[in-house]
């Protein structure tokens, strides 16, 4: 980044820290009423090589929200002052457990700085085989977290992957999966639930059917499809990104999706796309979608 590019941003991070402080982040930024995000991990290594060149190419696409990833590397104060000075919020902020579990002060103070209204933990902490008392440990845990991250007047959580949509082998509810546990050990004072529609498919699912069973516990969906030819192998995490595709055009009835969720109360949609086209693709997903949107 250029000296003069880099004094701006500095001036303008400070700037925003300011009447941050005069405010004293009594309460986050709200989501206000359908909004359609990107999850920055999306262009992880564009954001990593030049952020500012990357956020002017997504507001001229469309794009005007941002979910950071636990990847995102630039300060919160730093990213919120790119963000202000094009016109872009970041409604959501991704994070990993263990900083959930070691840094929750840091994690509140990001989020407050970025102006998100939710914290959001995409990953469930398990050893070997998932199972349901570790499904149950992962509870109790977000529940925690939750009661924190509420007491600081933001709203906290889980963002599926495909190994939740697994039968929770339970004999009096043969059909109960560990995504079904978890909802019923977290409390919904506390804990939400960000459905990526895609995992939820390439976990053997139906995005329609999970929303109906839980969209009062449902706040945000992520956006993205899975190509029709596809045997998903939910073991095998790594091996989805190449059956990505752009929305509405694999097998995952985005638009039923979308409609479901919005008749369920569901405000904020977030566009994810982790295939190698995802550069090209993402404009045309956007596109696909933004006359529900």
């Known amino acids: 980044m250029k000296i003069r590019s880099l004094l701006s941003v500095k001036i303008i991070a400070a700037s925003v820290s300011l009447v941050a402080a005069s405010i004293g982040f009594a309460v986050a930024s709200e989501v206000p009423p359908l909004v359609t995000g990107l999850q920055m991990y999306s262009l992880q ?16 696409q469309g794009f005007t929200d ?29 994070v990993r457990p ?9 994690v509140i103070a990001d989020a407050k700085a970025l102006g998100a209204a939710q914290v959001v933990c995409p990953i469930l902490p398990h050893k070997g085989e998932l199972d349901r ?33 697994m039968a929770a082998d339970s004999p009096s509810k043969p059909d109960e ?14 804990v939400s639930f960000q459905l990526d529609v ?41 091996s989805a990104r190449s059956h990505m595709v752009r929305l509405t055009a694999g097998r995952v009835d985005i638009p039923a999706a979308i409609a479901t969720a919005k ?26 979608v933004k006359h529900q949107l």
């Not at 290594?45 to 001229?60: C, H, N, Q, S, Y």
């Not at 590397?73 to 016109?87: D, F, I, S, T």
């Open 45 to 60: 290594e564009d954001f990593d090589r030049d952020t500012p060149g990357t956020l002017d190419r997504l507001k001229a």
């Open 66 to 94: 941002i979910e950071t990833s636990v990847f995102t590397k630039l300060p919160a104060e730093e990213l919120r002052a790119l963000l202000v000075a094009r016109g872009m919020t970041c409604s959501s902020h991704h």
């Open 98 to 106: 263990e900083s959930l579990e070691k840094g929750m002060e840091k």
């Open 133 to 165: 008392d570790q499904v149950l440990k992962g509870a109790a845990a977000f529940n925690r977290y939750g009661s924190a991250i509420k007491a600081a007047g933001l709203k906290f959580a889980y963002h599926n992957h495909a190994l939740d949509f």
């Open 177 to 190: 999966t560990f995504y079904d546990v978890l909802v019923s050990a977290t409390d919904p004072e506390l």
């Open 198 to 238: 895609f995992w939820v498919a390439w976990g053997g699912s139906k995005a329609t059917d999970v929303i109906e069973k839980h969209g009062s516990r449902i706040c945000s969906l992520h956006l993205k499809d899975l190509a029709k030819d596809t045997t998903p192998d939910v073991r095998n995490p790594k």
């Open 263 to 288: 008749a369920k109360g569901v405000k904020h949609f977030i566009i994810e796309d982790e295939s190698p086209s995802a550069s090209g693709q993402l404009p045309e997903s956007l596109k696909a």
